[in-house]
């Protein structure tokens, strides 16, 4: 896992799995009983055993919470980012840290040129990238306009010729 709760002894209880003791990752509950396991622990349990780790009942059938309630409260709880540190991140704004803010996450560049490194130095890889792509584009570019211009002129010119 790549992030640690806030004050995760705080949170409430009713948000705990009660396999891995941690909040609830994609809640899934028992149909008899009621009770709410992750999805990843329950279906891990139900591998060794068919039956419901609270009312024992076998063959129990689950299915995935569907409130919103409890939904908006696992995705509000609020984490530490194990790379960077940097606290207070919504649960459910977690992945979103990691693909686009994290200084610390190991990115390739975007050159494809093989660098890799922490995001934070990426700025300054950039400055010496080998493959960077303005030039490029832009000297492809220029060929365009250019051929465009030349083809012109010799149409032009040509037509001129005819007449
Ligand atoms: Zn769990
Ligand atoms: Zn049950
Ligand atoms: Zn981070
Ligand atoms: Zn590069």
Redesign the pocket.
């Known amino acids: 896992m790549m992030f640690k709760y806030v004050n995760e002894d705080q949170i409430d209880i009713e948000l705990k799995?009660t396999?891995?003791?941690?909040p609830?990752?994609a809640p899934m509950n028992c149909a008899t009983c009621g009770n709410t396991?992750?999805k990843?622990?329950i279906l891990k349990w139900l591998e060794k055993q068919a039956s419901c780790p609270s009312c024992r009942q076998t063959g129990a059938a689950f299915q995935p919470v569907i409130s919103r309630v409890v939904r908006n409260q696992l995705n509000r709880l609020l984490v530490q980012c194990a790379l960077c540190k940097y606290t207070g991140i919504q649960r459910s704004n977690f992945n979103d840290h990691i693909s686009g803010t994290c200084p610390k996450y190991i990115i390739k560049c975007s050159n494809n040129c093989g660098w890799k490194g922490v995001r934070e130095s990426h700025q300054q890889h950039l400055i010496t990238c080998r493959q960077n792509p303005f030039p490029n584009s832009l000297s492809k570019f220029s060929n365009i306009v250019f051929i465009l211009i030349l083809s012109t002129l010799l149409y032009w010119i040509f037509r001129r010729g005819d007449k």
Not at 19 to 22: P, T, V
């Open positions: 799995c396999i891995c003791d941690e609830f990752e396991y992750c990843s622990c």
